[in-house]
T-cell receptor
Framework: GENVEQHPSTLSVQEGDSAVIKCTYS??????FPWYKQELGKRPQLIID?????GEKKDQRIAVTLNKTAKHFSLHITETQPEDSAVYFC????????????FGTGTRLKVLA | NAGVTQTPKFQVLKTGQSMTLQCAQD?????MSWYRQDPGMGLRLIHY???????DQGEVPNGYNVSRSTTEDFPLRLLSAAPSQTSVYFC?????????????FGDGTRLSIL
């Protein structure tokens, strides 16, 4: 199918806690897994991505993990801050040719001060 | 580089009117796409292009036309606007490559159909 399953749809955490968002993809041959952040009224922007030849990638407080067996990848945000509040999207470039770039339905993260 | 530029930023139309949303990129990207974003629906792919002269349908193409006469421009046309097309529209571009590349988005066009 066309959908990329993303959970949860909303997530509230206390400032300083961790947040985890998970996406399940459909094509076992997919090799690129990005995460985008969209602040209110703004464009989506890439925050981190991972390729299928590694299982985890970190960039300061954010990390992405990949489980190819289960066909899912997750975004981890540690030590959350109020500015992390946004909508987060995963995406999957679909074959053939990875021309079609399909997004998940998004997760609205709210960090409570 | 300006990146991906969309015009207009806001537009109000009456049902049945036609209009064109403009998108231009100055990064020499081969791939360009149009998405619509509705509350709770995420980003849905309308049409995409892999190069000048080549376009294809995405998830929700009905009611929209596109063309790609140059690498830089990828306009989206609404032939006869309907209230169901009220949405925020994003244009995106990315480089071609054997491995997938990240998308670069414009600032969006907020469209209301009355």
């Amino acid at each position: 199918g066309e959908n990329v399953e993303q959970h949860p749809s909303t997530l509230s955490v206390q400032e300083g806690d961790s947040a985890v968002i998970k996406c399940t993809y459909s094509d076992s041959a997919s090799n690129y897994f990005p995460w985008y952040k969209q602040e209110l009224g703004k464009r989506p922007q890439l925050i981190i991505d991972i390729r299928s030849n590694v299982g985890e990638k970190k960039d300061q407080r954010i990390a992405v993990t990949l489980n190819k067996t289960a066909k899912h990848f997750s975004l981890h945000i540690t030590e959350t801050q109020p500015e992390d509040s946004a909508v987060y999207f995963c995406a999957e470039p679909r074959r053939p040719g990875t021309y079609k770039y399909i997004f998940g339905t998004g997760t609205r993260l709210k960090v409570l001060a | 580089n300006a990146g991906v530029t969309q015009t207009p930023k806001f537009q109000v139309l009456k049902t049945g009117q036609s209009m064109t949303l403009q998108c231009a990129q100055d990064m020499n990207h081969e791939y360009m796409s149009w998405y619509r974003q509705d509350p709770g629906m995420g980003l849905r792919l309308i049409h995409y292009s892999v190069g000048a002269g080549i376009t294809d349908q995405g998830e929700v193409p009905n009611g929209y036309n596109v063309s790609r006469s140059t690498t830089e421009d990828f306009p989206l046309r609404l032939l006869s606007a309907a209230p169901s097309q009220t949405s925020v529209y994003f244009c995106a571009s990315r480089r071609q490559g054997q491995e997938s590349q990240p998308q670069h988005f414009g600032d969006g066009t907020r469209l209301s159909i009355l």
